[in-house]
Each structure stands twice: as C-alpha cells, then as structure tokens.
C-alpha cells in the first residue's frame, strides 16, 4: 500500500503562483509513476502531469506545458507541482496519484485531493 496526502492548494489570483506537495508514505520503492489529476464540478477528471519515480521523466497536459512544473524529491518521498500564470480555468481540485511497478499502466493510489482557486 502506498498513502499519499496533498497540500498546499489555496486561493491565487490571476496570474499568481501556487506549489502543491504530494507526500508518499508506505510501499515507496515499489513506484513506478506519480501523477497529478485536477477535477471540477461534475467533470470527468482531467490529467495534469505526469513523473518517472526513478528516472524523473515528465509529461504534461497541453492546457498547463509552459505553466506548471512537475518535480518529486526522492529522499523525501515527495511530489510537487510548481504552478504559475494561474488562470481561473485551472480553479479544481488537485489529486495526485501512484502508479505501482507491480501494477503497471493504473494509478492504484490516490491523495484526498487539495482545492486550488484562481480568482479573477
């Protein structure tokens, strides 16, 4: 089992800059991807980024490359998402998730999600 725990959303203006932090407790070394997740209202929820545990390679949503940044600090066990040039449309709630190398190509683990508001 792997437990993740969110923080750092709040309330942002336009334009103003956030860093979430996802800390990962349990089954680290078995890792394989973390991700980050937004969802709003009743939409579906929407990919953000993406990091390799070991290898550190990233991937992001095209609404957010050149905003937000993706980072983990291994010896921390801890996953940040670094955002700026916050818009309005970026306001949702923030998940990360865990992808196990034993379990590869599904986020079993999810964060109880941290809220994010860009007010206008």
């Known amino acids: 089992q792997v437990q993740l725990v969110e923080s750092g959303g709040g309330l942002v203006q336009t334009g103003g800059s956030l860093r979430l932090s996802c800390a990962a407790s349990?089954?680290?070394?078995?890792?394989?991807?973390m991700a980050w997740f937004r969802q709003t209202g009743g939409k579906e929820r929407e990919f953000v980024a993406v990091i390799g545990w070991r290898t550190g390679s990233t991937d992001y949503a095209d609404s957010v490359k050149g905003r937000f940044t993706i980072s983990r600090d291994n010896t921390k066990n801890t996953m940040y998402l670094q955002m700026s040039s916050l818009e309005p449309e970026d306001t949702a709630v923030y998940y990360c998730?865990?992808?196990?190398?034993?379990?590869?190509?599904?986020?079993?683990?999810w964060g109880q999600g941290t809220q994010v508001t860009v007010s206008s």
């Open positions: 349990g089954r680290t070394f078995s890792l394989n991807r």
């Open positions: 998730a865990a992808e196990d190398r034993i379990r590869p190509g599904t986020y079993g683990y």
